[in-house]
């Protein structure tokens, strides 16, 4: 199978920097799509930004000017650098991967852990 491993969140005060990493290893074949999502407490699940295996980017309004997600398909990679952080931004941060397993013909989503992110203000 794939895992999915998170690393960088952490406690910043506003209008700091964070960047988040998230690594995937197993048996791949290959990764389409690649995403950061998050989720406050209280509330649903949202999409962060998504990023494409040619590079084409899709942000939420809410990050858009102040986050860049970015990826190493060497190293089956996807990272996401936030700046001017907001305490709105405080969330657990998940990033998923469409992976197309060795073997296989079909793409599956794979998810990480999690990581926590917290804006002091």
């Known amino acids: 199978q794939v895992q999915l491993v998170e690393s960088g969140g952490g406690l910043v005060q506003a209008g700091g920097s964070l960047r988040l990493s998230c690594a995937a290893s197993g048996s791949i074949a290959s990764i389409n799509a690649m995403a950061w999502y998050r989720q406050a407490p209280g509330k649903q699940r949202e999409l962060v930004a998504s990023i494409a295996t040619g590079g084409r980017t899709i942000y939420a309004d809410s990050v858009k000017g102040r986050f860049t997600i970015s990826r190493d398909n060497a190293k089956n990679t996807v990272y996401l650098q936030m700046n001017s952080l907001e305490p709105e931004d405080t969330a657990v941060y998940y990033c998923?991967?469409?992976?197309?397993?060795?073997?296989?013909?079909?793409?599956?989503?794979?998810w990480g852990q999690g990581t926590q992110v917290t804006v002091s203000s």
């Open positions: 998923n991967a469409d992976v197309l397993l060795a073997g296989r013909f079909t793409f599956n989503r794979f």
